[in-house]
């Protein structure tokens, strides 16, 4: 289709904007039934550590998980943040990730968006990355969407131009045609060196389906300049139409001089249109185009390149009050208008929307959708309606009688007689509006393999958002059920193991399962750990081991941060009590390192007791040399220095 004949081609960009919401479903907490003494909330002596100015990579990694996966998405962004800033080389992809989903809950999207594009260099094929950074393929389900239409050629087109069919209450076909202009046969356009286009109206041989010869519509509505794309009132009596911007005998254009669209009412008098009046919300700036009026003849749709359109056409519906006046215009929001061109709107007596866009993924050039209203006046996201509707070619103005099943469109598609032809269809079978796809699975152990029954899996949107959840059964399976084109979250959880997610974008095929399985890893995420009297603190506050150098017994700068979790550990409980037992290596005779253990329990001990200032009565301990080994590292036994390293070590074993 030559748009450029008799309308300005519209474009637009898309934004994806999403409204925030709060996660209220927290991970289950184990064994609440426990005495609170019998507990270390971890992420609390993680936050006093913090505070006192201390940092670390295991720090901050800990402290933004413990919130991430419990959802306070919000309060793991400063430490996801402290991480990547301070760590950045260091840290593994997926806190990226983490980061990103994070930054969301406070609408930092382009922050989230260069976040996730780091992730992307990072991991290249991750598939969050791939669906981050590239779109979906529609193909298929144009393909599965296809042949619900029979197609038939008309006798009323000419060698010129012809679209943009409409119904009015006499049963008529309307359209458009540039077949010659109001009286003005030689007046021609001068893109193409055809005529202007006129409204026409043609009649059905009610006895065969075959339309008369056409006809100009009587009275002021045709011009010397372009009509087309008509809309009806129930009643017939008022028709909305565009037009040049030529009004009262006056051509107006913009501050550029282009002439542009305007959408244009009239009244039907002794048969001929007259009260011909411009729209309010028109301008010499930008075009207002192709009117659908609902059934009801309260909204009116069209298509524009107003301000606040996010690119040169989106299309917009503005409520008709009673008394003829028109309120604010609306645009239809970013599930129908895209990068490209969204057009030619109409509204059936159901109040499907069915429109022309090349920003859709379709065969080429523009193709038909269709979309469905949802509540809140929303329409789900459009369908293409296949072929042979749509082409490879130019496929604009649909329109149907949802009764009788029978419909108009336009193409300029080869084998048609003029520039755009019109032709009519049959439907034959119902459109596909809805999608029926799901994501399935198996949760297991990651270390043994075994199937996890009762597992709790939750299905969350992409700002983690709890939609669904469910428990697998006993053979570790889970199922959702999906909506098409949208990206989703799933997490899995199981006390005693580590919470495990992963991501998904649907497709819009027809029918399509999503396999997903799950693996979860021992751990105890949820910050409280049951311990009892011979437990290691150091294991249940999972701190890095507290080395010590050769022959050196005075505390390091990277225990610090560890021994200051210990500190506020104690703090916290005041009936804890600890005994430190310090390690050396095997290197040196027994004696030495026997005085040397002791003199880091006791620098160890110190250090607790001066820079806490805990009881000293609370803190006991001392120095046991070589006589604990963690390894095979004993006299005489070949061990490089890392391995060495490993015995020089202080633990803290619970004695009250």
Same mark, same amino acid.
């Given at each position: 289709?030559?748009?450029?004949?008799?309308?300005?081609?519209?474009?637009?960009?898309?934004?994806?904007?999403?409204?925030?919401?709060?996660?209220?479903?927290?991970?289950?907490?184990?064994?609440?039934?426990?005495?609170?003494?019998?507990?270390?909330?971890?992420?609390?002596?993680?936050?006093?550590?913090?505070?006192?100015?201390?940092?670390?990579?295991?720090?901050?990694?800990?402290?933004?998980?413990?919130?991430?996966?419990?959802?306070?998405?919000?309060?793991?962004?400063?430490?996801?943040?402290?991480?990547?800033?301070?760590?950045?080389?260091?840290?593994?992809?997926?806190?990226?990730?983490?980061?990103?989903?994070?930054?969301?809950?406070?609408?930092?999207?382009?922050?989230?968006?260069?976040?996730?594009?780091?992730?992307?260099?990072?991991?290249?094929?991750?598939?969050?990355?791939?669906?981050?950074?590239?779109?979906?393929?529609?193909?298929?389900?144009?393909?599965?969407?296809?042949?619900?239409?029979?197609?038939?050629?008309?006798?009323?087109?000419?060698?010129?131009?012809?679209?943009?069919?409409?119904?009015?209450?006499?049963?008529?076909?309307?359209?458009?045609?540039?077949?010659?202009?109001?009286?003005?046969?030689?007046?021609?356009?001068?893109?193409?060196?055809?005529?202007?286009?006129?409204?026409?109206?043609?009649?059905?041989?009610?006895?065969?389906?075959?339309?008369?010869?056409?006809?100009?519509?009587?009275?002021?509505?045709?011009?010397?300049?372009?009509?087309?794309?008509?809309?009806?009132?129930?009643?017939?009596?008022?028709?909305?139409?565009?037009?040049?911007?030529?009004?009262?005998?006056?051509?107006?254009?913009?501050?550029?001089?282009?002439?542009?669209?305007?959408?244009?009412?009239?009244?039907?008098? @002794?048969?001929?249109?007259?009260?011909? $009046? %411009?729209?309010?919300?028109? &301008?010499?700036? *930008?075009? !207002?185009?192709? +009117?659908?009026?609902?059934?009801?003849?309260?909204?009116?749709?069209?298509?524009?390149?107003?301000?606040?359109?996010?690119?040169?056409?989106?299309?917009?519906?503005?409520?008709?009050?009673?008394?003829?006046?028109?309120?604010?215009?609306?645009?239809?929001?970013?599930?129908?208008?895209?990068?490209?061109?969204?057009?030619?709107?109409?509204?059936?007596?159901?109040?499907?929307?069915?429109?022309?866009?090349?920003?859709?993924?379709?065969?080429?050039?523009? @193709?038909?959708?269709?979309?469905?209203? $949802? %509540?809140?006046?929303?329409? &789900?996201?459009? *369908?293409? !309606?296949?072929? +042979?509707?749509?082409?490879?070619?130019?496929?604009?103005?649909?329109?149907?009688?949802?009764?009788?099943?029978?419909?108009?469109?336009?193409?300029?598609?080869?084998?048609?007689?003029?520039?755009?032809?019109?032709?009519?269809?049959?439907?034959?079978?119902?459109?596909?509006?809805?999608?029926?796809?799901?994501?399935?699975?198996?949760?297991?152990?990651?270390?043994?393999?075994?199937?996890?029954?009762?597992?709790?899996?939750?299905?969350?949107?992409?700002?983690?958002?709890?939609?669904?959840?469910?428990?697998?059964?006993?053979?570790?399976?889970?199922?959702?059920?999906?909506?098409?084109?949208?990206?989703?979250?799933?997490?899995?959880?199981?006390?005693?193991?580590?919470?495990?997610?992963?991501?998904?974008?649907?497709?819009?095929?027809?029918?399509?399962?999503?396999?997903?399985?799950?693996?979860?890893?021992?751990?105890?995420?949820?910050?409280?750990?049951?311990?009892?009297?011979?437990?290691?603190?150091?294991?249940?506050?999972?701190?890095?081991?507290?080395?010590?150098?050769?022959?050196?017994?005075?505390?390091?700068?990277?225990?610090?941060?560890?021994?200051?979790?210990?500190?506020?550990?104690?703090?916290?409980?005041?009936?804890?009590?600890?005994?430190?037992?310090?390690?050396?290596?095997?290197?040196?005779?027994?004696?030495?390192?026997?005085?040397?253990?002791?003199?880091?329990?006791?620098?160890?001990?110190?250090?607790?007791?001066?820079?806490?200032?805990?009881?000293?009565?609370?803190?006991?301990?001392?120095?046991?040399?070589?006589?604990?080994?963690?390894?095979?590292?004993?006299?005489?036994?070949?061990?490089?220095?890392?391995?060495?390293?490993?015995?020089?070590?202080?633990?803290?074993?619970?004695?009250?």
């Amino acid at each position: 289709m030559n748009l450029n004949n008799y309308i300005i081609h519209l474009f637009l960009c898309i934004l994806i904007s999403c409204k925030v919401y709060t996660q209220d479903k927290r991970l289950e907490k184990a064994n609440e039934d426990f005495d609170r003494f019998a507990f270390v909330d971890a992420r609390k002596i993680y936050l006093k550590v913090a505070e006192s100015g201390y940092e670390s990579l295991d720090l901050f990694k800990k402290l933004a998980d413990s919130y991430y996966f419990n959802a306070q998405l919000e309060e793991a962004v400063p430490w996801y943040e402290k991480l990547t800033n301070n760590y950045a080389d260091e840290i593994d992809p997926e806190y990226l990730f983490r980061y990103s989903q994070s930054l969301k809950s406070v609408e930092r999207y382009e922050e989230a968006d260069k976040v996730m594009e780091r992730f992307n260099t990072l991991t290249g094929n991750d598939q969050r990355a791939e669906y981050f950074m590239n779109t979906r393929d529609y193909l298929k389900f144009i393909e599965m969407q296809s042949g619900k239409f029979r197609i038939l050629k008309l006798s009323v087109n000419s060698k010129y131009s012809d679209y943009a069919p409409s119904f009015n209450n006499q049963g008529q076909l309307i359209f458009a045609s540039s077949r010659g202009g109001s009286g003005m046969s030689k007046t021609v356009h001068e893109w193409n060196e055809m005529p202007f286009l006129d409204l026409f109206a043609s009649n059905m041989i009610a006895a065969n389906g075959i339309l008369q010869t056409p006809k100009k519509l009587k009275g002021k509505i045709n011009t010397k300049f372009h009509e087309s794309s008509t809309s009806f009132s129930k009643d017939g009596q008022t028709v909305y139409f565009t037009r040049n911007n030529y009004t009262k005998r006056k051509l107006g254009s913009n501050t550029a001089g282009t002439i542009l669209l305007k959408i244009y009412r009239a009244t039907l008098e @002794d048969e001929k249109w007259t009260n011909v $009046e %411009e729209l309010p919300f028109n &301008s010499d700036e *930008y075009s !207002v185009a192709h +009117p659908a009026l609902s059934t009801d003849g309260k909204k009116l749709y069209f298509a524009s390149d107003m301000p606040d359109s996010r690119g040169l056409s989106d299309l917009y519906v503005v409520d008709v009050n009673e008394d003829g006046t028109f309120g604010e215009p609306r645009n239809l929001g970013d599930k129908i208008n895209t990068e490209g061109r969204e057009t030619f709107p109409y509204v059936s007596d159901s109040g499907r929307l069915y429109f022309a866009s090349d920003g859709h993924i379709g065969l080429g050039g523009l @193709d038909v959708f269709i979309a469905v209203p $949802e %509540e809140f006046g929303e329409f &789900s996201i459009p *369908y293409n !309606v296949g072929k +042979p509707v749509n082409s490879d070619e130019d496929d604009f103005t649909f329109v149907l009688n949802e009764s009788t099943k029978i419909g108009y469109f336009a193409s300029n598609r080869k084998g048609g007689k003029g520039n755009d032809d019109i032709y009519s269809f049959k439907q034959t079978e119902e459109l596909i509006t809805e999608c029926n796809q799901y994501v399935t699975g198996v949760v297991t152990d990651a270390t043994s393999k075994e199937k996890l029954a009762e597992a709790e899996v939750i299905l969350m949107d992409d700002l983690n958002n709890e939609l669904q959840s469910t428990v697998t059964d006993n053979t570790g399976r889970y199922k959702f059920d999906l909506e098409c084109d949208t990206p989703y979250a799933v997490r899995a959880t199981k006390p005693s193991f580590n919470p495990t997610e992963a991501v998904l974008n649907t497709n819009n095929v027809l029918e399509f399962e999503h396999n997903l399985a799950l693996q979860l890893t021992d751990s105890d995420l949820d910050g409280k750990k049951e311990y009892r009297r011979g437990d290691d603190l150091a294991l249940i506050l999972d701190l890095e081991p507290i080395y010590f150098d050769l022959n050196k017994s005075f505390i390091r700068s990277d225990s610090e941060v560890e021994l200051q979790k210990i500190i506020a550990a104690l703090k916290e409980y005041s009936g804890l009590k600890i005994d430190v037992r310090s390690h050396t290596d095997s290197r040196a005779d027994d004696d030495y390192n026997m005085y040397l253990s002791e003199k880091r329990a006791k620098s160890t001990i110190k250090y607790i007791i001066d820079k806490g200032g805990i009881d000293p009565s609370r803190v006991t301990g001392r120095g046991y040399g070589e006589t604990d080994l963690v390894n095979k590292c004993k006299n005489e036994v070949v061990c490089s220095d890392e391995e060495h390293q490993l015995n020089r070590r202080s633990e803290f074993i619970i004695i009250e």
